[in-house]
C-alpha cells in the first residue's frame, strides 16, 4: 500500500478494518478508487448505516460526464472499463460487478458510439473462446476520468475542512 499523505485517506484507512469483517469480502460493496492511488471496496451503503462510534467525515466526489441528458461516463462504467483491461473479457468483467452481461454489453455499445474511436473492441467466441480488449482511447479515457476525479477531490478540500467543523465531533 501506498503512503497515505492526506486526512480524508488517513480516516478511510482507519475505518476500513472496522468495516471489513476480518478479511471477508463485503457483500454488496463497491470498489473506491482515492487520491494518492489508495483503493479500497466499501458497502454500498456505507451512507445509512449508523455506527455507534462516529468516523471521521469523508468526501467522496462521483464524477458523471454527460452528453445531453444521458450519462456518457461515470463510476460504474469507468470501473467495467478496467476490469475489461483486467480479465480480457467482458463476461467476467460483468460477474465480478454482478452485472448482467448484456447490460454490460449494453454500456460497452453506448461508450463505443459516445467517443470518436471504440474504448472496447471484442472478439465472438468460439474454438479459441473470445474476448475483449481496452483500446488506446479506453486506456485513456480511464486515465482522463481519474486525472479528473483527483483535481475534483484536491479541489473541495478546503471546503470540506470548512464543513468539517460545523460537524459534532
Known amino acids: 500500500m501506498e503512503p497515505i499523505d ?3 485517506s488517513a480516516a478511510i484507512a482507519i475505518a476500513l478494518p472496522q468495516m471489513a469483517g ?3 469480502p463485503l457483500p454488496g460493496a463497491e470498489n473506491v478508487r482515492f ?3 489508495l483503493k479500497a471496496k466499501l458497502p454500498l451503503n456505507v451512507m445509512r448505516k449508523k455506527k455507534r462510534e462516529t468516523p471521521s467525515a469523508l468526501v467522496l466526489p462521483r ?4 452528453c445531453g441528458r444521458d450519462v456518457a461516463l461515470g463510476p460504474g462504467r469507468v470501473q467495467l ?3 475489461v483491461g483486467e480479465t480480457g473479457s467482458l463476461r467476467s468483467a460483468a460477474a465480478r460487478m454482478g452485472m ?4 454490460a454489453w ?3 455499445k453506448t461508450l463505443n458510439e459516445r467517443f470518436r474511436s471504440p474504448v472496447v473492441v471484442s472478439q465472438r467466441g468460439g474454438r479459441t473462446g473470445g474476448g475483449a480488449a481496452l483500446t488506446q482511447m479506453g486506456r485513456r479515457v480511464v486515465a482522463l476520468y481519474h486525472r479528473m476525479e483527483e483535481q475534483s477531490h484536491a479541489a473541495i478540500q478546503s471546503g470540506f475542512r470548512e464543513f468539517q467543523t460545523l460537524l459534532k465531533r
Request: hydrophobic share 40%.
Open 35 to 37: 487520491p494518492g492511488g
Open 6 to 8: 492526506d486526512e480524508s
Open 100 to 103: 448482467a452481461y448484456m447490460t
Open 106 to 108: 449494453k454500456h460497452v
Open 22 to 24: 476480518a478479511g471477508k
Open 81 to 83: 472499463l478496467e476490469l
Open 63 to 66: 464524477l458523471r460526464v454527460l
